[in-house]
């Protein structure tokens, strides 16, 4: 199996929920992208890993998973920066922002989301999509919301439009435009905009709903909301 195809089935692993089974083929991707030579594939993979890191964290709340999901994503910008190649320094930027932002700390996070939008139009080529774009710059925005800047919410509306807009596969613009409303909801509900939480939480259950195939975000839906009563 080739390391990139490997590589992709570990992604699909994590996205059902199977999560012990993405473990394991992020260890044989890791190896296979070795065997090959293959730094930044690497390090998209350690990446990658971090995200499934993180939603293991999140179901079972054992905080050394994040600690893990860290490192990991750590070690991807490592890899990068001593390759010289910026292109691989986005999505472990991006990574490290959404694991500070996991831990509830959105100071932080904010910086490192700064850091992978300053670099975001150097995205490997086949990461190079608006739809991707959008996704990680509306982390920066919505990081600066959950801070309680309250400006931060219009620009996080515009990369929301920039997503619709986008060419995206379903799955991708499903889960990120849902996650995306979430975290709208999240920002605006800390700042007591209760009611204009609540329409985005409905925006975000309205795209859940439609694809069954959004197991994970479904759960962090049900979390979310629960956490709002």
């Known amino acids: 199996m080739k390391r990139r195809e490997i590589h992709g089935k570990e992604e699909q692993a994590r996205e059902k929920g199977e999560f012990l089974e993405a473990l394991r083929l992020a260890a044989e991707a890791l190896i296979a ?3 090959e030579g293959d730094y930044l594939g690497f390090a998209e993979v350690l990446q990658s890993q ?3 890191l993180r939603h293991l964290y999140e179901k079972t709340g054992f905080r050394p998973y994040l600690n893990y999901a860290l490192n990991s994503a750590k070690a ?7 390759k010289g190649d910026k292109s691989g320094l986005v999505m472990p930027y991006h990574g490290i922002g959404k694991t500070y932002e ?3 700390n959105y100071e932080e996070a904010v910086k490192w989301h700064e850091k992978a939008a300053a670099v975001v139009d150097q995205l490997p080529s086949m990461h190079n ?4 774009k959008a996704e990680i710059v509306g982390h920066l925005y919505s990081a600066r919301l959950m801070t309680g800047d309250r400006s931060a919410y219009d620009r996080f ?3 929301i439009e920039r997503l619709k807009n986008s060419d995206e596969s379903k799955f991708n613009k499903d889960a990120w435009l849902s996650g995306m409303y979430m975290s709208a909801a999240e920002g605006l509900y800390k ?5 204009k939480a609540e329409v985005q939480m409905t925006q975000a259950k309205e795209i859940i709903d439609g694809n069954p195939e959004l197991k994970l975000r479904r759960e962090q839906w049900e979390k979310l909301a629960r956490s709002f009563r």
């Open 191 to 195: 700042l007591g905009e209760k009611e």
């Open 33 to 35: 992208y070795q065997e």
């Open 157 to 159: 509306l515009e990369q």
């Open 50 to 52: 971090m995200l499934t």
């Open 76 to 82: 991807a910008v490592e890899i990068a920066e001593e």
């Open 129 to 132: 999509r608006e739809g991707y």
């Open 102 to 104: 996991t831990m509830g």
